[in-house]
């Protein structure tokens, strides 16, 4: 059997003899969570969305994190692929180098394009970026020494085709007669990329390694690409890969990712989340004002019912626990409704990209995304009830406070 309290609660919210005034304010309490639970949950799993996509699209062009040496070069280039790929839970490693510089065309009277320039080791490069996926008319395995791979963007802009010859003054300085001149060096364009990221398509080439190692003067490379099984699982394995390498915390060795090198844009998107799901829960607070009405209501149309109970042996603390349940039954019952729209919703629109976004709007997303976590759900649904809870804190005290005498009198 359910206990005293609330069965109670029950027969007063169920009720439809009288105190129509009474089920309007309930309804509205309840229609008033419910809206606060649907935006709080659209909202929270739209700022999931576009930081998700953003993450994701980001770190599907470039590894998940990069391995660098203190000093410069890394020591021994092929000794540190076998030791990092040999850690648990790295999927792939790739040596680079990368260089900055002036493209200008061969045939073509153009400003020079300022591009940074990252050397790949064809044989790997792949397995580390997504980026290449989209490579035409041929593949990044087949890329020899003194060829470029350059962005749709940058094609477009300077009307290259694969075949055309190009120059790259690299940001290296030699002593020449005139004085110092940087060096330069001709490359063959092999083809293009297209990651629907401007700052890539328009600013990002890529070179044989065998190239950035004859420019530098070296045979190893700057440092090494490392791909793990996931965005969540790059904190872990980085820490593992520093401390084969370092044999400790510190070390020659260290590692950063885009989150690093983007951390205002990452914290940025956090904190718009948690800004735009605090101003959703106003709504919810709001409805908790509708409850406090509504049961304050209760308290006056049941007074006499009241002074009954408490004249038949039910206690003041009975009485509260009795108006906390109706509190929480409200606020249950708007949660249930919020969720039970709001969550198949999310997953409707996100699923099959309903909501699209204008073209231009951003660079590699064209929907509007929608993805759920289960914490931002236990969150959404234990906060109505803790504000419902709280809601029915002073009508419950107020009620258990009646003096039964005066309640029968005053009928």
Same mark, same amino acid.
């Given at each position: ?17 009288? !105190? ?142 694969? !075949? ?26 092999? !083809? ?37 099984? !996931? ?32 951390? #205002? ?50 206690? #003041? ?26 969550? #198949? ?67």
């Amino acid at each position: 059997m359910r206990n005293f309290e609330a069965f109670v609660a029950d027969r007063y919210l169920r009720t439809r003899k009288k !105190g129509a005034f009474v089920r309007v304010m309930v309804g509205f309490a309840r229609w008033g969570i419910a809206v606060g639970v649907f935006a709080l949950v659209v909202t929270l799993a739209l700022m999931n969305g576009f930081r998700k996509e953003i993450q994701g699209n980001l770190f599907s062009a470039t590894a998940h994190f990069t391995l660098f040496y203190l000093a410069g070069n890394l020591p021994d280039t092929e000794g540190t692929l076998a030791k990092v790929r040999a850690v648990p839970g790295v999927v792939a490693a790739s040596p680079v180098s990368l260089e900055q510089g002036l493209l200008k065309p061969a045939s073509l009277n153009a400003p020079p394009e300022g591009l940074q320039i990252k050397a790949v080791d064809p044989a790997s490069a792949h397995s580390t970026s997504s980026i290449f996926d989209s490579l035409q008319p041929t593949k990044v395995e087949d890329l020899k020494p003194g060829e470029i791979l350059i962005g749709k963007e940058l094609q477009d802009s300077l009307n290259l085709a694969p !075949g055309d010859d190009v120059a790259i003054a690299f940001l290296r300085m030699d002593l020449g007669l005139s004085g110092l001149q940087p060096r330069m060096m001709a490359f063959k364009v092999a !083809g293009t990329f297209h990651s629907h990221i401007s700052e890539y398509d328009r600013h990002w080439a890529f070179i044989h390694l065998d190239d950035a190692k004859r420019l530098g003067g070296t045979e190893q490379a700057q440092s090494i690409e490392i791909r793990t099984r !996931g965005v969540d699982h790059i904190d872990g394995v980085k820490g593992d890969v520093l401390h084969a390498l370092n044999g400790g915390e510190k070390g020659p060795y260290f590692a950063s990712d885009l989150r690093d090198t983007n951390r #205002p844009l990452f914290e940025a998107l956090s904190l718009q989340k948690w800004v735009f799901g605090l101003i959703m829960c106003l709504i919810i607070l709001i409805a908790a004002f509708n409850i406090i009405a509504s049961l304050v209501l209760f308290v006056t149309e049941k007074r006499r019912d009241l002074g009954v109970l408490l004249a038949l042996g039910a206690t #003041p603390r009975q009485i509260q626990r009795l108006f906390e349940v109706q509190g929480l039954r409200i606020g249950a019952v708007g949660t249930a409704w919020g969720l039970g729209v709001s969550v #198949p919703l999310c997953w409707i629109l996100d699923h099959f990209r309903l909501l699209k976004l204008p073209k231009g709007a951003y660079d590699f997303i064209t929907y509007m995304p929608f993805k759920l976590e289960l914490l931002d759900l236990a969150v959404v649904a234990v906060f109505p009830l803790l504000v419902a809870w709280w809601a029915s804190r002073y009508p419950a005290r107020r009620a258990s406070h009646v003096d039964p005498v005066d309640a029968l009198r005053a009928e």
